[in-house]
């Protein structure tokens, strides 16, 4: 008797267990999804937008903003970014994290970026937005170009 109720006592605690360990485990995919969620650029390939310290914490101080773009083997490619709130840094990302390319200061002599790339790989890219070390955020323009070979 005590054999039966043992089991029938583990059953009854092994369901809601069960239940409760799918349920957080659900409820922490979700939470993971929301906090990365990288912004499609749009088919126009230019972004007008803001930085703020509501976007991913660089651990220097400053924050980042993330977009994914597709991009095909063979693809050259001019991404710049423009600010005159902060001083730009531009960074394409491979699906994997491993940067592409960098850009700090472009040619022109001010403080924006400006990243030319040739793409050996199809596959979706990520840019990243940032500011330089703790220079802050604020209004942004990207742009990313396909250049056509001549």
Wanted: charged fraction near 20%; aromatic fraction near 8%.
């Amino acid at each position: 008797m005590m054999n039966a109720f043992a089991a029938r006592f583990s059953f009854a605690l092994l369901v809601p267990t069960t239940f409760l360990t799918v349920g957080l485990t659900a409820a922490a995919v979700r939470a993971q999804n929301e906090l990365y969620n990288p912004i499609p650029i749009p088919e126009r390939n230019q972004v007008s937008d803001t930085l703020t310290d509501q976007d991913i914490p660089t651990g220097e101080g400053g924050f980042a903003r993330d977009y994914t773009i597709e991009l095909s083997a063979g693809d050259q490619v001019a991404i710049d970014l423009i600010s005159d709130s902060f001083d730009t840094i531009v960074t394409l990302l491979a699906s994997d994290g491993s940067t592409i390319a960098e850009n700090d200061d472009g040619p022109d002599g001010t403080t924006n970026s400006l990243l030319f790339s040739r793409i050996t790989e199809t596959g979706t890219y990520i840019i990243r937005v940032r500011a330089f070390g703790e220079t802050g955020g604020g209004p942004f323009t990207l742009k990313v170009t396909r250049l056509r070979p001549i």
